[in-house]
């Protein structure tokens, strides 16, 4: 290129770096948000960083299944991200609050995992193969514009799996090691 020449992006580059930035900032406040409520509900700073360890779970299992199916990294894919946080924190919620509930009725916080674990595998189960259930119509489309739409179910279903299938295990152990450590130190 000559001198005194420059070259940019322009049109569709410019409005998708645009849109990524807008939408990088509404998943930072959605994170945020999520914390915030939960602080409020659970009177603790604590418990609500247990539930926040589903949602790395749930991103490897999205990133995991774009790359599977192919699927490029889109608006509908970071939308399809954002509402995966709320759906995988809704599974962790379930077996913090019975745990939670649990104490409160005396038992201890081992015993109280392990029935929390058992009593609401079967509501997460549930939940989670109908919602995976659902978007596969629209993951498997192939109609007019449909790679735009088929990113944003890959990453639902494949972060609702990974969710299922780590967030059971990985959720009770932090909150096991959690309040392991608070006994030890007598919080």
Do not use: C
Request: no cysteine; charged share 10%.
């Amino acid at each position: 290129m000559p001198e005194g020449i420059q070259m940019t992006w322009g049109s569709d580059i410019k409005r998708q770096n645009d849109s990524f930035g807008a939408l990088g900032s509404v998943l930072l406040i959605s994170f945020l948000l999520i914390y915030l409520i939960m602080v409020a509900l659970y009177n603790s700073f604590i418990y609500p960083l247990v539930v926040l360890f589903s949602i790395p779970v749930a991103a490897i299992g999205a990133f995991l299944a774009l790359n599977l199916s192919l699927s490029n990294l889109s608006l509908f894919a970071l939308l399809g991200l954002i509402m995966l946080m709320g759906l995988v924190v809704k599974n962790a919620i379930l077996i913090v609050d019975y745990t939670n509930q649990l104490k409160d009725e005396g038992k201890h916080f081992k015993e109280a995992l392990i029935i929390a674990g058992k009593g609401r595998m079967r509501p997460i189960l549930m939940t989670t193969i109908s919602m995976v259930v659902g978007m596969l119509p629209i993951a498997m489309a192939t109609g007019t514009a449909a790679e735009w739409k088929n990113g944003l179910a890959w990453v639902i279903i494949g972060g609702l799996l990974s969710s299922l299938i780590l967030t059971v295990f990985l959720v009770p152990m932090v909150y096991y090691l959690v309040d392991k450590l608070k006994e030890k130190f007598n919080v």
